[in-house]
């Protein structure tokens, strides 16, 4: 089983040096997928079908979300699903958040970072970056201040409802992601939090992973097994009961920007400045963590600031770099 370079998607605009720079909505029942990066103050989205790009289209952060002339820099474009699949991309940026529907073409709500009166910035402010969907019909967006912001999203309409803001972290936040009704949430002091989901998707913290004075840039949930991934280069596997590591690996030699899991088979994918990717297969019985190493491949002379699967099974995965204008997939052969 290899991984082969099967093509290159190429964007309108290049990819800013952000984590987990890159997202993907797949649509195996429409044969079309979609792709989302960031640089500076818009997200760039592609829609593309098997063998062809379909359409380009560029999303703009306004201060007051979409009525400002005053643009502010995007940190983060990632698509999430609630309810039913209802399908959203939130865009995070220095002064606030919006989240669009999921073809970008309607805005759907808009939380401001700054206050309208004194133009002051709120004690979650300065920047808003990490999301995800957890529970039913919740997403998660973190803050500079460390507090992560719970938002209530219907399964039609617009009338999205901030619903909690949790506090736990003291260093600004940089991935959050969700599983099985479970969050983790990471941070730039290295701080992993996990929270799980209680009735009315209401969040708890339940266990801490203390960090080592350097970010955690990505983190993931599979199974048993939490991961986070960090600016040294070095992976981390957890056991997701007790917060103790389980498998510590030198993975790259600069900083790893992106890491994604395949759910139903175990196989992550890492991208690093050092421009390598590398393939793993996690395994995980009885509290038994392993893992394996299955392929490296170079994207020549290109930082790669993200990194996510197309599918469950982990078949497809494509990956971008900074100051790059093409997204590079892979196929498994």
């Known amino acids: 089983m290899v991984y082969k370079k099967e093509r290159t998607i190429s964007l309108k605009g290049s990819v800013s040096s952000l984590f987990n720079n890159l997202s993907v909505m797949s ?25 062809s790009v379909i359409n380009h289209h560029t999303l703009t952060a306004n201060k007051e ?8 820099t995007v940190l983060q474009s990632k698509w999430c699903f609630v309810g039913n699949g209802r399908s959203v991309l939130v865009l995070t940026s220095q002064h606030g958040i919006q989240m669009f529907e999921g ?16 133009q002051a910035e709120t004690p979650c402010a300065v920047f808003a970056r990490g999301v995800c969907a957890v529970g039913t019909s919740t997403i998660c967006v973190g803050t500079a201040a460390g ?18 803001m949790l506090h736990g972290h003291g260093a600004p936040i940089t991935d959050l992601t969700a599983n099985n009704h479970q969050m983790a949430s990471a941070d730039e002091f290295g701080v992993i939090l996990l ?8 969040l708890r913290q339940s266990l801490t992973v203390n960090g080592q004075s350097e970010p955690c840039t990505s983190v993931r949930l599979w199974k048993g097994v939490l991961v986070g991934a960090f600016v040294s280069g070095v992976i981390r596997l957890y056991n997701r009961e007790t917060g103790i590591i389980s498998v510590e690996i030198a993975a790259h030699g600069r900083s790893i920007n992106a890491i994604d899991i395949a759910p139903t088979t175990g196989y992550m994918i890492s991208a690093s400045d050092d421009s390598f990717i590398n393939v793993w297969k996690i395994g995980s019985e009885d509290n038994n963590i392993t893992v394996g190493h299955v392929q490296c491949e170079e994207v020549a002379d290109t930082q790669l600031c993200g990194a996510c699967f197309l599918d469950a099974e982990g078949t497809q995965f494509s990956v971008s770099g900074y100051d790059s204008c093409d997204i590079v997939c892979f196929k498994r052969s």
């Open 195 to 202: 929270w799980t989901v209680g009735e009315g998707d209401t």
């Open 65 to 72: 979300g979409g009525t400002s002339p005053f643009l502010t």
């Open 27 to 51: 649509k195996p029942d429409r044969n079309f997928t979609c792709f989302a990066v960031t640089h500076k103050a818009s997200a760039h989205l592609v829609y593309t079908s098997a063998d």
């Open 103 to 118: 073809d970008g073409n309607i805005l759907l709500y808009w939380h401001s970072l700054v206050d309208k009166e004194t």
């Open 147 to 164: 507090d992560i912001l719970s938002f209530q999203v219907p399964q039609h309409g617009g009338s999205v409802q901030q619903t909690a």
